[in-house]
């Protein structure tokens, strides 16, 4: 099975694409981007692969499942195309960006910035049927995405994974402690950002980490 993903990725996760449970899954999305509306469009399903090469991520942010509203998904978690409102967890996001490291808040919410520069930015269910949130899970795409995540755990060292809410921190169980930096916080979405996510200061904890290993801080 040919998939169109970035080629350092493609390696690294052939065995994936070669097993059943990923052409079952291939087939329903196939029917299902025939047959109703989904979100991203199909060209951008591994956009967060595509933005960030194996070699050059050295940050994972884990989200859920794709926005599902006309014109928002573009493949990256928690991201939204140029010219969308930003939604209210993005918001959040930026707002503590802008406690933590005095930065102001960006009028876009396109992320792909932040994707370059090697930000793996990971839903855990890469496609979702219009207006209908989680219509594309428990379908073989949170079992690819926990492959992503134990690779990248297994083959890298001096990782950051941010989890936020307890979906992302329970999916984020399998990762070596040993060798990664796991950050933990509430979700920034309205409902818990109050909660421990507005002052969790895990942008500076990343860059200060990265920086202790030799790496290169991220422009957030």
């Not at 909660?195 to 202790?212: E, I, M, P, V």
Request: glycine share 8%; net charge neutral; hydrophobic share 35%.
């Amino acid at each position: 099975m040919d998939i169109k993903i970035e080629e350092s990725w493609k390696n690294q996760l052939q065995g994936e694409f070669e097993q059943d449970y990923f052409k079952q899954l291939i087939e329903f999305v196939k029917e299902e981007y025939k047959t109703k509306t989904v979100f991203p469009p199909g060209k951008e399903i591994f956009s967060a692969f595509d933005s960030s090469p194996f070699a050059s991520t050295r940050v994972v942010i884990i989200g859920q499942d794709p926005y599902h509203g006309p014109g928002q998904a573009n493949g990256l978690c928690f991201s939204v195309k140029d010219g969308m409102r930003v939604p209210p967890s993005l918001v959040n996001i930026f707002k503590e960006i802008r406690n933590d490291l005095g930065k102001p808040i960006p009028a876009s919410g396109d992320l792909r910035r932040w994707a370059e520069q090697g930000v793996l930015l990971l839903n855990a269910t890469l496609t979702v049927r219009a207006s209908e949130a989680g219509s594309h899970q428990n379908k073989g795409w949170e079992t690819f995405t926990d492959a992503v995540i134990k690779r990248i755990s297994e083959q890298k060292q001096h990782m950051v994974f941010l989890l936020w809410g307890a979906y992302a921190q329970k999916k984020g169980e399998i990762i070596d402690r040993s060798k990664h930096l796991v950050l933990m916080s509430a979700h920034p979405s309205p409902f818990s950002a109050d909660r421990g996510f507005f002052g969790n200061k895990h942008f500076s904890q990343t860059n200060a980490y990265l920086k202790s290993k030799g790496l290169p801080e991220v422009e957030w």
